[in-house]
Every structure is written in C-alpha cells, then in structure tokens.
C-alpha cells in the first residue's frame, strides 16, 4: 500500500494549521490547492470530505479530516518527529486536554461572540464553553502554566492550540493578553512555521497576480 501523503488545502484557510503542522513532520507531501465554490465541492474532492472543506489529508488509503485530528493524526503516523508525548507520559493528558479544548469551547465561544450570540447568564451551564470571560481564562491558564501547553516540549497541541491564539490575535476575536502575545511569539519563529507560512503567502501572491 502506498504510503503517499497528499495535502488538500486553500491557502486562505484553516489549511494553514495543517501546512504548518506538515513542516513540523518534515515528511514529503503532495499539495492539492482547491478553490472554494469549484473544486472544494467538486465530486472529486467531496469523495475525500462531503463538507467540501479543507483542510484534509490522505496518507496511504486514510483519509483525515479537521485540522486539530489531522494534527493529532500526523503526530502519531510519524513518532519519529516527537510531536507527541509518548504513551505514559504524563504529558499527554494535557496535550490531549488542550487539542480539544482548541477544538471544542475554544472554537464555539469564539465565533459565537463573532456572531453577536448572547448565552444570557442563566443559560451558561448549557453551553460547553460557560462564558467567554472563562474561556478567556482558561487559555491564559494553558499558557502560563509551563512553556508550551503539554508541558516544556512543543507538540502538535501547541501547532493546533497556537494556531487559534495566533488567529484570535490578528483578527481580534481574543482578548489581547500578554500572555497569549508571549506564548504566540515562542511559536511563530520556529523554522517549520516561518517556512509554512511562506508557501502559502506565496501561492496567495501567485493566485492574485494571476487575477
């Protein structure tokens, strides 16, 4: 079986995360660039993904969708780039907490106060996130505990988990905390995500060029 890792992405997406997390890894990796309204829900590709989103990996026959379980996926397929803390470690119960916090109450309170979504105050035990007063919180929690989330080694959690702090930052849909600023800045100068960042800036610039 074919061990092939082919890349389904936009470069103006959640895509990003994905590209970054493929440098960490270090494996080689076939990029297939969809357009959004075209090619992302084309039969083709809505074969890989029937969201018809990107981003979305195939490694082999395995296809893997969601950019924090395509984080986690690429971690465990390759241990030899230890982006994971080992099974036992005890390191990784909080890598696993923050994966999916980012996933999970991190996500929905965001883009519910993007969206102007009130939860009034005595619905808050409905919503997983409570408020995003303590959501808030909690991040700034994870960041300061120790160096990176899961502990003093960088891991998928944290090109996952750092990905939504770097992006709640540029668009100001975060809190502007100096410990979120600190804990981004350990991340975004790492050669992994310095590189990725320039492949897809770059084919932004080639697509605009050529419209």
């Known amino acids: 079986m074919s061990d092939e890792l082919t890349f389904y992405t936009n470069p103006m997406s959640r895509g990003r995360i994905v590209?970054?997390?493929?440098?960490?890894?270090?494996?080689?990796?076939?990029?297939?660039?969809?357009?959004?309204?075209?090619?992302?829900?084309?039969?083709?590709?809505?074969?890989?993904?029937?969201?018809?989103?990107?981003?979305?990996?195939?490694?082999?026959?395995?296809?893997?969708?969601e950019?924090?379980?395509?984080?986690?996926?690429?971690?465990?397929?390759?241990?030899?780039?230890?982006?994971?803390?080992?099974?036992?470690?005890?390191?990784?119960?909080?890598?696993?907490?923050?994966?999916?916090?980012?996933?999970?109450?991190?996500?929905?309170?965001?883009?519910?106060?993007?969206?102007?979504?009130?939860?009034?105050?005595?619905?808050?035990?409905?919503?997983?996130?409570?408020?995003?007063?303590?959501?808030?919180?909690?991040l700034e929690y994870a960041v300061t505990r120790s160096e990176y989330v899961a502990g003093d080694r960088f891991t998928a959690a944290d090109v996952y988990f750092g990905s939504s702090i770097g992006w709640g930052l540029m668009f100001g849909s975060i809190e502007k905390r100096p410990a979120f600023e600190a804990y981004f800045a350990r991340l975004a100068g790492r050669p992994a995500a310095v590189r990725a960042r320039e492949i897809d800036d770059e084919l932004i610039a080639s697509a605009q060029a050529k419209g």
């Open 67 to 138: 950019a924090g379980a395509v984080c986690a996926y690429l971690a465990d397929a390759f241990p030899e780039a230890g982006l994971a803390p080992a099974h036992g470690d005890r390191a990784r119960g909080a890598y696993y907490r923050w994966m999916f916090y980012a996933a999970g109450p991190f996500e929905a309170a965001v883009t519910n106060r993007s969206l102007n979504v009130v939860v009034p105050p005595e619905r808050k035990g409905m919503v997983g996130y409570g408020s995003f007063e303590d959501v808030m919180d909690t």
């Open 19 to 65: 590209r970054w997390m493929l440098e960490e890894v270090g494996r080689p990796y076939r990029t297939e660039v969809l357009d959004y309204g075209t090619t992302m829900k084309a039969p083709a590709y809505l074969a890989i993904n029937p969201m018809g989103k990107v981003p979305a990996i195939r490694h082999g026959e395995t296809v893997v969708t």
